[in-house]
């Protein structure tokens, strides 16, 4: 039931731009739940005021803007303790740079196979990594990388793909055919200008495959037994 109605909450936020009352009048449910389902889209100042001078209330007003400014404090305490590990962390070292791959692809990676290097994520930072990291380590040019993209049918496909192509720095060749999904009840987000699917980057080597595997039981197990 709540998965349905945390859907049409977000869905009147982000087509129709309500506030949490007019919101709360069509999704019945408690103000802590609807606040937390909408935290990650909040009203613009300028739609704020465009409420307000419709008939928005002065509580409901002022509620919005309570959550704009926590929104800002939290920006603020983020950007204080990343600076901090920024500072502490310095130039990574080659050792730390090749464990961090291990653990991302022990987390993320395939490993169902023998010669499948492949890992899929929707954040392109965590693809631009794994891509220098395999570059790196394993001499692998970057020309030989092959994606594959995820996308939902009412994606613009030819933008999504562009958006990739730039993010990574690949070129048409490097792009399988898109897999494209219909849509379905619960992926309407997936129409927002924050998602961009998801990309699967794959290179084929047996054995490299075995030598990223072996290295991540090496490291587990030097873990596990210290």
């Avoid at 890992?119 to 990594?129: G, M, S, V």
């Avoid at 092959?146 to 933008?159: A, G, P, S």
């Avoid at 927002?192 to 072996?214: A, D, P, Q, W, Y």
Wanted: aromatic share 14%.
């Amino acid at each position: 039931m709540h998965k349905g109605l945390k859907e049409k909450a977000i869905k009147l936020r982000l087509e129709n731009q309500l506030g949490y009352g007019s919101i709360r009048l069509q999704v019945p449910v408690a103000k802590s739940t609807l606040s937390v389902w909408l935290r990650p889209f909040p009203l613009s100042e300028k739609r704020i005021l465009e409420l307000k001078k419709a008939g928005l209330s002065r509580g409901e007003a002022s509620r919005e803007k309570f959550i704009n400014t926590m929104r800002e404090k939290r920006r603020e305490k983020d950007a204080i303790e990343y600076k901090k590990y920024l500072k502490k962390f310095g130039k990574v070292s080659k050792k730390i740079f090749f464990i961090s791959g291990l653990i991302l692809y022990l987390a993320e990676g395939s490993k169902t196979n023998y010669y499948a290097i492949s890992l899929a994520n929707t954040d392109p930072r965590i693809i631009k990594f794994f891509v220098r990291w395999l570059c790196y380590f394993f001499k692998i040019p970057k020309s030989k990388l092959k994606v594959q993209l995820h996308l939902y049918e009412n994606m613009d496909i030819e933008k999504e793909k562009e958006f990739w192509k730039n993010e990574l720095g690949f070129n048409d060749p490097q792009f399988y055919k898109s897999y494209i999904t219909k849509n379905k009840k619960s992926s309407f987000l997936y129409k927002e200008s924050f998602r961009h699917g998801t990309c699967s980057l794959t290179f084929s080597n047996t054995l490299i495959k075995r030598e990223i595997m072996m290295a991540i039981r090496a490291y587990m197990d030097t873990v596990l037994s210290n």
